[in-house]
């Protein structure tokens, strides 16, 4: 069973290479959501045309993967968001 305080410690692993901040101190975490073993919650990277939206979405995933069963990630104000969503629910 993961709880909420595992999940914020993988997110604060999670680190913009170009701010040297997490992507949860950033604030671009929303919607966080924590249930049994299943962890949901949106993406909204720091701008629209982030370059590192993809690299982020997914070492995002990767990180509460190691925490939880089930991980659904959905970015939101990015302009590729529809196909990275895709994607995401691929892996």
Not at 4 to 14: A, C, F, H, P, T
Not at 46 to 56: N, T
Not at 66 to 78: C, F, H, K
Request: net charge negative.
């Amino acid at each position: 069973m993961v709880d909420e305080s595992q999940v914020v410690e993988k997110l604060k692993g999670v680190v913009d290479p170009h701010t040297g901040t997490s992507v949860y101190d950033m604030g671009l975490i929303e919607d966080l959501k924590v249930e049994d073993n299943r962890v949901s919650l949106k993406f909204r990277p720091s701008s629209p045309f982030c370059p590192l939206g993809v690299q982020l979405a997914k070492s995002i995933k990767a990180a509460l993967k190691e925490v939880a069963e089930q991980v659904d990630i959905t970015v939101v104000g990015y302009i590729n968001e529809e196909e990275l969503n895709r994607q995401l629910r691929e892996e």
